[in-house]
């Protein structure tokens, strides 16, 4: 028994590590292009929709509608965000460094001392930052598409 349930324990780490590839990614180019954004002047309003919590906020909806069959729907929306969170807010802590190293000037140079206050600020309390709304809005998601599913069978 105790096999049979850490194998449905694998399986459930290894669909959330699937669900959340995609997204690490899409957040290893996007940070970049953030910041390039506003290296070349474009100003800060008009790019704030290009960033984590955006993204997130997405991915959390397409998760909810990809996993409301499941039985583990939540628990599996929660590890895809706990994956995808916390390695998607470590290029904002390089860039931090980046751009205090260079004295370049960006948003990214703001409120940190050092590279490991940056690293710890970024990694916890930003991906709680993205991973709080995230599991709401995915699991508000799942409600609604399982409350579709039942309203559809009547």
Not at 40 to 47: D, L, R
Not at 91 to 102: E, H, Q, R, S
Not at 120 to 145: K, N, R
Request: proline letters at 4%; a positive charge; aromatic letters at 12%.
């Amino acid at each position: 028994m105790k096999k049979e349930t850490n194998i449905i324990q694998k399986s459930k780490i290894k669909r959330a590590l699937h669900l959340a590839k995609t997204p690490i990614l899409i957040a290893l180019v996007l940070t970049p292009v953030r910041f390039s954004l506003e290296l070349i002047g474009v100003p800060e309003n008009a790019i704030y929709i290009v960033g984590l919590l955006w993204l997130t906020l997405g991915f959390a909806i397409y998760w909810g509608i990809k996993l409301y069959n499941d039985k583990n729907s939540l628990l599996i929306l929660f590890l895809s965000l706990g994956i995808f969170s916390p390695i998607s807010r470590f290029p904002v802590a390089v860039l931090w460094w980046i751009d205090t190293k260079w004295d370049i000037g960006t948003h990214y140079s703001l409120y940190f001392d050092n590279f490991a206050q940056a690293t710890f600020q970024q990694v916890v309390y930003g991906s709680l930052i993205q991973l709080i709304p995230g599991f709401l809005l995915g699991a508000i998601t799942i409600a609604i598409m399982r409350q579709k599913k039942t309203v559809t069978k009547q």
